[in-house]
């Protein structure tokens, strides 16, 4: 099975950033996609940065476009995600996740594409 373990979320100010990893267990072999969403109480989960591991092709929700940045370390089999610019309403818990789907030009991953999952990690951003 894939594992996905988060780290990475803490606290802080407005402005401030952080960095997430998301270290992956050798069967993400077997996925395509990977990416990070987010859910903030009493809210519906949502797709932060996504890309397609064998081509890349990154896509970000416009909330965040210029501010957050997904990438790869293959040797480590981590992904991570550098959130500079940090707002309050970016707090919310972060979840890692992996797929496999078929692919087609233009089409960006939702979550139901999504198979595996971490446990999250929490991050909170005041004013």
């Known amino acids: 099975q894939v594992q996905l373990v988060e780290s990475g979320g803490g606290s802080v100010q407005a402005g401030g950033s952080l960095r997430l990893s998301c270290a992956a267990s050798?069967?993400?072999?077997?996925?395509?996609?990977m990416g990070w969403f987010r859910q903030a109480p009493g809210k519906e989960r949502e797709g932060v940065a996504t890309?397609?591991?064998?081509?890349?092709?990154?896509f970000y929700v416009d909330s965040v476009k210029g501010r957050f940045t997904i990438s790869l370390n293959s040797a480590k089999n981590t992904v991570y995600l550098q959130m500079n610019g940090l707002k309050p309403e970016d707090t919310a818990m972060y979840y890692c996740?992996?797929?496999?789907?078929?692919?087609?030009?233009?089409?960006?991953?939702?979550?139901?594409?999504?198979?595996?999952w971490g446990q999250g990690t929490q991050v909170t951003v005041f004013s």
């Open positions: 996740a992996a797929g496999l789907v078929r692919y087609y030009r233009d089409y960006v991953p939702t979550t139901k594409d999504f198979d595996y």
């Open positions: 050798k069967h993400t072999d077997n996925t395509n996609i």
């Open positions: 890309f397609w591991t064998h081509i890349g092709n990154p």
